[in-house]
């Protein structure tokens, strides 16, 4: 999938250069499948198999002149459960010279769902009760993602995403089954929910990734009560739906969630470096120690130091989950220096031995 900058187009030229491109693709190996078309926003994103992405630019130039911005590689079935179908729309307007003319927007908003490792729910739970208690959650998800017409999306984690065309109906699923789910029940699974709204194609070289990133940020700085909204989707949801609904919702400030984005960032960068320190930390997002701290208290109610030791061994987890290493090395790998202190932090954390967390994956 590519993305173009076209400020200005409309529907025809779009359907004109796609068109175009269906001439010649054969040319290069390609098919043009669909593509869809944000006016307002002035940015279209074309479906196209292809054997490499220096086919699709060469094609594209040679067809109508509009070099991609950007293009990444999807799967057809993972494009259709975000954005509905991988082919034209069944009902287009045909132009008098018999082009297929429409324009549907690919922005979409997300709602995402995280909660604890079902190896630590079963750890702690055993195995019926963990299973009686996922099957609550899942049901609860998947009806009201279904009610409110969202589509539920491939997705590798052990949560969830759906996609909506609307706001209001992502947020409307969102306060449905957090009021499904018991507060017993959402605190035993550390149930949370994030809704965040986004272009298929962005900075990140997946499929809705910035947007499915920022939702991950967002979840570790709200509770079970509430859904936390993006600034973007606050933006979108009419002023009396959101004052209606505000108890149930949180949100951070724009200036905020790229600060927070921004602390992320630098936290992907370092955490297997032992040596980056809470001062390499403040340095390079341009901040004192005190106005760090003050930040990520209010934030996430933890000093800096906690945040980076949590962060690395929530990365640590992954690495077991993997399998691909030894307790030790990993120790290593997620930047702590001591085995025995990763150990116990690790332990301290989530309630078991890393040895007993990767006996229970296996």
Not at 123 to 149: A, F, H, V, W
Request: net charge neutral.
């Amino acid at each position: 999938m590519d993305v173009h900058q076209v400020p200005g187009a409309e529907a025809l030229d779009l359907a004109e250069a796609h068109r175009k491109d269906m001439l010649i693709q054969s040319e290069y190996q390609c098919k043009c499948m669909t593509y869809w078309l944000d006016e307002p926003r002035g940015v279209a994103f074309c479906l196209i198999e292809a054997p490499d992405k220096t086919a699709v630019e060469v094609m594209h130039k040679n067809s109508h002149g509009f070099i991609p911005h950007k293009i990444i590689e999807v799967k057809n079935e993972v494009v259709a459960s975000f954005l509905g179908r991988i082919q034209d729309p069944e009902e287009t307007e045909i132009s008098e010279s018999g082009l297929k003319v429409f324009s549907e927007s690919a922005f979409r908003i997300l709602l995402v769902t995280d909660m604890t490792d079902p190896v630590l729910l079963e750890y702690g739970m055993g195995p019926d009760k963990t299973n009686d208690l996922l099957q609550r959650i899942n049901g609860s998800i998947r009806k009201y993602i279904s009610l409110n017409e969202g589509r539920e999306v491939e997705y590798a984690g052990h949560g969830f995403i759906a996609s909506f065309s609307s706001a209001i109906k992502a947020v409307t699923s969102a306060i449905y089954i957090q009021k499904d789910l018991s507060l017993s029940e959402r605190k035993r699974a550390g149930f949370k929910i994030s809704i965040t709204a986004g272009e298929p194609v962005a900075n990140s070289d997946k499929l809705f990734g910035d947007a499915i990133q920022l939702a991950t940020y967002l979840c570790t700085i709200t509770n079970h009560n509430q859904v936390i909204v993006s600034s973007v989707v606050k933006d979108l949801l009419a002023r009396d739906f959101f004052n209606k609904v505000q108890k149930n919702l949180k949100s951070l400030s724009p200036q905020d969630e790229t600060q927070m984005g921004s602390l992320f960032k630098k936290l992907e960068k370092n955490w297997q470096n032992p040596d980056f320190a809470i001062t390499d930390f403040g340095q390079s997002m341009s901040m004192s120690k005190s106005q760090l701290y003050r930040k990520t208290i209010d934030l996430w109610g933890m000093s800096p130091n906690t945040l980076l030791k949590e962060f690395r061994l929530n990365k640590a987890r992954g690495l077991l989950k993997g399998q691909s290493h030894n307790i030790s090395q990993i120790t290593f790998d997620s930047g702590f220096t001591s085995p025995s202190y990763f150990t116990k932090c690790f332990k301290e954390k989530f309630g078991l031995l890393p040895a007993i967390y990767l006996n229970s994956i296996r």
